[in-house]
């Protein structure tokens, strides 16, 4: 099968993450289902469940370049893009802000304001930065992670709808079981440093161009007619639902499509079975979607509702 060498790096990288990342397998899973699907990522969880480790043990095991940048109420669009400097008589240089970097931690998005929450937008949705009307190109590898708190949290800020259909997925890292706390506690009499990185253990498995060889291996994936037509079933049924008031747009559709793809890379295959959908499905549309609110104060959560009408969704038979 053409795609054994690439199924086998990733393998390789998902294996490296689980290594450091303890007790968060789905999460890992779907982060990196993304990244060779070439989407941005949403990680929501409550501080100090490992969503920046996550993202530079990734950095580690790509060889790329990671830049974590704080958000906060005081952030201003520049900090993030750039500044185009005056250095000599009618002489400018552009100094680079943190954006052009490979992976890019955005943290606690929810914390800054609109303005600089739009920077960034532009930036992911172009893969450009625009400074005083000159365009500056991202690097390929360019792929932000946005996290953030859940609402509920003092001083935060709900991302707007056409914001967070940018994000391919909003992937949510809990509490590790009592087993694992105790291993990660564990680790920590044995050397290890969250802040520093050689104590991981990680080597690096590709580099940008291996992952740029991994998403064109994706991109070959097959994905026949019937799994097209139950994709566009799920995401049209997210419309009709009276469990919700806002659907998926057809932009979820396509991010499906192309996680499947990439799901079905991870597992050695060279064609998207009904599952690769089915289980990435609340991933991909869970921010896309908003629950009635009479349903929301019963406590009925988005990822229950697209289960309901996933339940109800027939998948296509081999």
Do not use: W
Not at 121 to 150: I, W, Y
Not at 197 to 217: F, K, M, S, W
Not at 269 to 282: C, E, G, T
């Amino acid at each position: 099968m053409g795609g054994a060498a690439p199924a086998h790096d990733a393998q390789r990288i998902l294996e490296s993450l689980r290594r450091v990342v303890l007790g968060q397998d789905a999460a890992i899973r779907e982060v990196l289902v993304c990244l060779l699907a070439r989407g941005h990522i949403l990680l929501e969880g409550v501080p100090g469940t490992a969503k920046t480790l996550l993202v530079r043990t990734l950095g580690l095991a790509l060889d790329v370049r990671f830049v974590r940048i704080q958000f906060t109420p005081d952030l201003m669009p520049a900090d993030i893009t750039g500044i185009t400097l005056l250095t000599g008589a009618q002489q400018f240089s552009f100094r680079p802000g943190p954006v052009f970097a490979d992976l890019v931690l955005a943290d606690e998005i929810n914390r800054a304001p609109a303005k600089t929450q739009a920077a960034l937008l532009e930036a992911m949705q172009e893969r450009t930065v625009t400074v005083d009307g000159q365009s500056h190109p991202l690097s390929q590898t360019f792929t932000v992670f946005a996290t953030q708190n859940p609402i509920e949290f003092e001083g935060t800020y709900p991302l707007p709808e056409a914001e967070l259909d940018r994000f391919m997925a909003k992937v949510q890292i809990g509490y590790p079981s009592a087993e694992v706390e105790q291993g990660i506690l564990t680790r920590y009499v044995e050397g290890f440093e969250a802040d520093r990185t050689e104590t991981y253990g990680v080597t690096p498995v590709i580099n940008a161009g291996g992952l740029e060889q991994l998403r064109q291996a994706v991109d070959a994936v097959r994905v026949e007619p019937r799994i097209t037509a139950y994709i566009t079933s799920i995401v049209r049924a997210t419309r009709g639902a009276a469990s919700l008031t806002l659907g998926a747009s057809p932009r979820a559709g396509v991010s499906l499509f192309k996680a499947a793809r990439s799901a079905a890379l991870l597992d050695g295959r060279d064609y998207v079975i009904p599952d690769d959908v089915k289980q990435l499905a609340p991933a991909i549309l869970r921010h896309r979607v908003n629950v009635a609110p009479e349903l929301e104060l019963e406590g009925v959560t988005a990822d229950q509702a697209l289960k309901a009408i996933l339940d109800r969704t027939e998948a296509p038979t081999a």
